[in-house]
């Protein structure tokens, strides 16, 4: 927005000096000027597209069809660019107002309108009980404390308690876990970042004789990715949810944030018309060139060195009025 504020002033600035039609007569009062001035200094240009942007207008407006356009594209991308920051922050301010946007375990830990809990007795309580990080210890000191008991009895207790809560309680469990849940419900969401990682294993009898076999299977269907090949199986080939939950996840995330893919083609229509605006004032600036090569009686190329030159001079803030075509003398009639 600050570039294109810097470059639509400049560009109706020099589409104003080029224009025949923003040179007025400075004294309406005198019917014949000798000089003609242009009221589009620097100060004035940037002021039109700064009142444009804040919807308070201007005292004075352009004239010329160029200048006309350029400020009306101008006026059109200043009131869809204010449309859309009104709407955005409407919509950031009526979230904000919902309640705590919950991201990390650390916001968790931070506030106390939202409760979380996770199964009683299980990998997740104790590791949340036996860790020497701040905000875990912190975690687990509110859940031990709380009242009603956030503690469930299984992953399925705690998956319902979510649902049923409408966002009032978050449940702590393994990450395959919540991934397989939440291809299984589409209200369900995954906040923050793994807090632990460990590997999953098989309980076998002491120096059991299958041990090394079951080994080196895992691990060859590790190499081979055929565990991962069975997780995609059973987490979203085989539950119909699993796509439906995708198509809701991918509009929550194009929805999230307005970004420039957004309104780009506010910029495409205003580039668009900066381009035809300064066709014309070229246009505009080349008939004013003939006018001027015939009024003076000089060539086409000597008068738009003549314009262009006094064009290109911004120093320049007054331009003589060029005389009248000398009428050919009548010849007395003899009586």
Partial sequence: ??????????????????????????????PNPVELENVWNLKNC????????????????????STRMVTGMWWFFSMIMS??????????????????TIKSAEDLASQTKIK??????????????D????????????????????????????????????????FLMESSTIEYEMARHCELVQVGHWLDTKGYGIAMPTNAPYRTGLNQA???????????????????EKNRNSDDCKVVEESGDETAELGLDHVGGVFLVLACGIG?????????????????????RTTLMEAFIKEKNFALDFR??????????????KKKSSN
């Avoid at 979380?116 to 009980?129: E, N």
């Avoid at 009603?148 to 009032?168: T, Y």
């Avoid at 035809?276 to 003076?296: G, S």
């Fill in 276 to 296: 035809v605006a300064l066709v014309i004032a070229i246009l505009e600036f080349l008939w004013n060139v003939r006018k001027v090569a015939i009024t003076q």
């Fill in 116 to 129: 979380y809990g996770c199964v009683r007795g299980g990998a997740t309580s104790s590791f949340f009980k």
């Fill in 83 to 100: 449309a859309c920051y009104t709407a955005n922050l409407a919509a950031f301010l009526t979230m904000e107002r919902m309640g705590p």
């Fill in 131 to 170: 860790s020497n990080v701040t905000t875990y210890h912190k975690m687990w000191v509110s859940m031990e404390s709380a009242d009603p008991s956030v503690f469930e009895k299984s992953n399925d207790d705690g998956v319902k308690r979510v649902l049923s809560s409408r966002g009032a309680y978050a």
């Fill in 218 to 236: 895992i691990l060859e269907l590790q190499e081979i990715g055929k565990l991962q090949e069975l997780k995609q199986r059973w987490w979203e």
């Fill in 316 to 329: 320049a803030r007054q331009k003589a009025v060029c005389p009248p075509p000398l009428e050919p003398a």
């Fill in 46 to 65: 940037f002021w039109l597209t700064l009142g444009s942007i804040l919807g308070q207008g201007c005292d004075i407006l352009p004239k010329g069809i």
């Fill in 1 to 30: 927005m600050a570039t294109g504020f810097i470059i639509m002033s400049l560009i109706i600035y020099m589409a104003a000096r080029l224009n025949p039609d923003e040179w007025q007569n400075p004294h309406p009062c005198d």
